[in-house]
């Protein structure tokens, strides 16, 4: 790629030698007119001189006069040669002084012979002299200094350019390609001139600095809780990663603290008085670790604290922890007047070099704190991360790689299970179906994992949202694969876990998936359950309304199984009550059930709500409900969750709802 710089130079110069030899030879023409001019005139007068004689000689022809002009004309030093042709051209006199070719520098003239408006001929001459040869050389010599002077006029404009232009924007360029390519936003230009394109380099400096500082901000928040300053969970995961890439050392700890009455403080006096709590313990634990080298601390949940000790041996740490676990404990906290006791549970891993990535150290420090949770909680648990892993809580940490593996490898299958009209006719096929999830079994692919095992360990740890997602995303693949089926199906339910009734980003990120996979919103049903509606009842109402806008149907799932539904139901614009199984499942055998089950359809129905009952298993079963005003049922008698394939496999179903 030819720069602009290149090209500009190259450009200079060629304008420059263009103007230069241009005008250079505008002058020396100049010159070289001005002396055939001088000459022209010389001849010109010698031609008037002997115009008289040549008259003469020629009309009366007698030679005596031609002696005479040839006297005349070699009287002209400069004059090397004439010759004197009439007006027929015929040669009638010649002079030559020449012995051989004119020399370099002489000049030819043409005059024309008259006497009295008579032509008599025409006269031609060769002049030569020092003199003549020196001007002639001189008008070179100027012609070639002019154009040295050119190419060094040509050559300082382009230094002069160059470096007040051209240099000025090759480093702005540079600046804006080393930035690019390097990430790095340290680069600053020197901006002296006021010009364009110093403002250009101002403005480059006032980015680059603006980005550096978003860059700092942005970094520094990745690695920062916003609440404590202190270091994120990311954060100590890389210093982790640091300290397993170095060569063997003394011994290291990574603590994970748990406050136990944190959830006291929030729910007595809100989530203020938490916050302050946390910044007042943040502050107490610093002070302290101020005086231990070696020690980096974070905040990595809620209550949760991840405390990092490099390089001391086991006596030291435990030292260290004991410490922490008693100014925790004496924290003296009070919040409008009232004081709250505040106590930890602490879980310390010791490891070196453990080829255990620090993902898994962190979760094995987890582990050790739900064990000192296990105990009666205010208690320390230190394993050496070996013993750790022959813990019983170990197989928690397995199930959550499982689930991760699931999530990012799509290990996961989906099941559906079909739900039936009351008055359902046997002849007819399923249009309404749960969608229910199962895990394999990492070491028997043929074996399932029960979701009763692995569903609470994704909520405890945070995987609830994005199995959610997973189960969306891949039905609506599956759906958008099978536009058929889909057009007959009337509804299909998914179940959806309380963090994703309350991410943040779920509504967005739910609804590029009806966009992405064209899935009609009024085929999909979300199922919720009642599980934590007390601290987030006005962003599960929110996330309700938002979508049944948007004609997304809602089933209350597990109705009944607490008396809070029962509060709740009227805030809620569900269209679904889904009955908990454990009310129907024997509903024949059980009298009191049967009054509860009844109960609940009259609250339903005097609320307009449409009626689920699950567990459905037996035929008896079914005549109870019936005359319970129970509109849908669910169980064993009908199906059992089978791989939705299975049911693509058979004919459309016909509509029932």
């Not at 987030?536 to 309700?544: A, K, L, Q």
């Not at 699950?614 to 109870?624: K, R, S």
Request: hydrophobic share 40%; net charge negative.
């Amino acid at each position: 790629m030819n720069s602009i710089r290149a090209q500009f130079n190259a450009l200079l110069i060629i304008l420059v030698l263009i103007i230069g030899t241009g005008s250079a030879l505008f002058f020396n023409y100049q010159q070289q007119q001005l002396l055939k001019t001088n000459l022209q005139n010389q001849a010109d007068s010698i031609s008037a001189l002997i115009s008289q004689d040549l008259a003469k000689l020629i009309y009366l022809n007698d030679t005596s006069f031609a002696s005479e002009i040839i006297q005349q004309i070699e009287q002209i030093p400069a004059l090397l040669s004439a010759q004197i042709v009439n007006s027929q051209n015929t040669p009638i006199l010649t002079i030559d002084r020449l012995k051989e070719e004119p020399p370099k520098g002489s000049l030819a003239v043409n005059s024309s012979l008259q006497y009295k408006g008579i032509d008599l001929g025409r006269v031609s001459f060769i002049f030569y002299s020092e003199e003549l040869a020196l001007q002639i050389y001189n008008s070179r010599l100027q012609f070639i200094a002019i154009m040295f002077l050119m190419v060094l006029f040509s050559l300082f404009l382009g230094i002069y350019f160059d470096k007040k232009f051209l240099q000025r924007l090759s480093h702005l360029n540079q600046a804006l390609k080393d930035t690019t390519s390097s990430k790095q936003f340290n680069i600053r230009l020197k901006a002296n001139l006021n010009d364009e394109i110093g403002q250009a380099q101002q403005n480059f400096n006032t980015l680059v600095a603006m980005v550096e500082k978003q860059t700092a901000t942005l970094r520094y928040q990745a690695d920062h809780d916003s609440l404590t300053g202190l270091y994120s969970r990311n954060y100590l995961l890389s210093k982790i990663d640091e300290i397993l890439l170095k060569p063997a050392q003394p011994c290291h700890a990574l603590c994970y603290i748990d406050l136990d009455q944190f959830k006291v403080v929030n729910d007595t006096c809100g989530h203020q008085a938490g916050d302050q709590l946390l910044i007042q313990l943040t502050q107490e634990l610093k002070e302290y670790l101020q005086t231990i080298y070696f020690s980096t601390l974070g905040r990595i949940g809620g209550d949760e604290f991840i405390l990092l000790l490099k390089n001391r041996d086991k006596a030291k740490i435990n030292s260290i922890v004991e410490k922490i676990h008693s100014i925790i404990k004496n924290l003296n906290f009070i919040y409008f007047e009232r004081s709250f006791p505040i106590e930890s549970s602490i879980g310390v891993i010791y490891f070196q070099n453990s080829l255990v990535p620090a993902s898994e150290l962190l979760s094995a420090a987890d582990a050790a704190c739900y064990e000192a949770k296990n105990k009666g909680r205010n208690t320390i648990v230190s394993l050496d991360i070996k013993e750790q892993a022959q813990s019983s809580h170990q197989q928690d940490m397995n199930l959550i790689s499982t689930i991760y593996t699931a999530i990012e490898q799509d290990l996961f299958k989906l099941y559906f299970q079909p739900i039936v009209n009351i008055d359902y006719d046997k002849s007819e096929k399923y249009n309404h179906f749960e969608t229910l999830l199962r895990l394999p079994d990492p070491r028997n692919p043929e074996k399932l994992i029960s979701p009763a095992l692995f569903i609470p360990i994704a909520e405890r740890y945070g995987l609830a949202f994005k199995i959610d997602l997973w189960v969306i995303e891949n039905l609506f693949k599956i759906l958008n694969t099978n536009l058929t089926y889909l057009t007959e199906l009337d509804v299909i339910s998914i179940n959806l876990s309380i963090d994703t009734l309350v991410a943040k980003t779920s509504i967005v990120e739910i609804e590029a998936l009806f966009t992405q996979y064209k899935i009609p919103t009024n085929k999909i049903c979300f199922e919720i359950t009642e599980t934590g509606f007390a601290s987030s009842v006005e962003n599960i109402i929110d996330f309700i309304n938002h979508f049944k806008q948007q004609k997304v149907r809602f089933s209350l799932d597990d109705f009944g199984s607490g008396m809070s539904s029962f509060g709740y139901l009227s805030q809620l614009d569900v269209d679904y009550l889904k009955i908990d199984g454990s009310f129907v499942q024997y509903l024949e055998d059980n009298p009191i059930n049967q009054e509860m089950v009844f109960a609940m359809c009259r609250i339903g129905k005097s609320l307009n709500k449409k009626i689920i009952a699950e567990y459905v298993e037996t035929e008896e079963t079914i005549q109870l409900l019936e005359g319970m005003q129970v509109d849908y049922l669910q169980g064993y008698f009908f199906s059992q969750p089978r791989p939705i394939d299975e049911f693509f496999q058979t004919a459309p179903p016909i509509a029932m709802l």
